[in-house]
């Protein structure tokens, strides 16, 4: 366990912590008290830390994730589906005209655009959350630009593809969509505030 904690740089009582906690696969058994740790350990390990420390999911999750990564059931496509729910933002039920009319505006766009099989993710119902307090706040001029916005969403998702890449390999697969969304969010929002930031100078220099 001392060779596995060097080579990956996490703590011996972490991998221990993570060994009980069923996030790392127990070691090959040498005699009492000693287990050989292998190439796939460090692999998951540094799997499990980057999902604790950079993407900031639960031991649960992570728990759950790993279950599903190592569930030779699981098809690839429906583990990168569970790995992208881990990051997806869950909103509490809500109720009234403006939800019902949000969920109407979801399932048109979700028609529109050729995306009808995303009805039941986690998303759809997140984005109904925002439509819905876009309509509380009067903010139309937003919902009416939403075509725009979906046209940018499949260009940010046709890069997010061919980073993923070769899917053969499941845990990098994970890490990928889990790290990888939450980054790529967040580089996102960035070059957009920065893009915003440049146009409203172009512009206003143009009309001043």
Do not use: C
């Not at 429906?78 to 997806?88: F, K």
């Not at 439509?131 to 916005?149: K, M």
């Amino acid at each position: 366990m001392a060779d596995l904690s060097a080579a990956t740089g996490v703590p011996v009582p972490t991998i221990k912590y993570y060994l009980r906690e069923g996030l790392l696969p127990p070691g090959r058994p040498l005699g009492r008290n000693q287990a050989e740790y292998g190439p796939a350990h460090v692999k998951r390990l540094r799997l499990v830390r980057a999902l604790a420390d950079h993407a900031g999911l639960s031991i649960s999750a992570i728990r759950d994730l790993v279950g599903h990564l190592d569930d030779p059931g699981v098809a690839r496509t429906e583990l990168l589906g569970v790995a992208q729910g881990t990051v997806t933002a869950r909103d509490d039920a809500r109720d009234g005209e403006h939800v019902r009319q949000a969920e109407r505006l979801v399932a048109d766009l979700l028609a529109r655009r050729g995306w009808a099989g995303t009805a039941g993710h986690q998303a759809a119902r997140t984005l109904a959350g925002v439509f819905a307090s876009l309509l509380e706040l009067g903010l139309d001029d937003i919902l009416g630009a939403l075509d725009d916005y979906a046209d940018a969403a499949e260009t940010a998702a046709g890069v997010d593809l061919r980073v993923l890449g070769d899917v053969t390999d499941r845990e990098r697969a994970v890490e990928v969509v889990v790290i990888g969304t939450l980054l790529g969010d967040t580089l996102l929002a960035a070059m957009r505030r920065l893009a915003q930031a440049h146009l409203s100078v172009e512009t206003y220099r143009a009309t001043g």
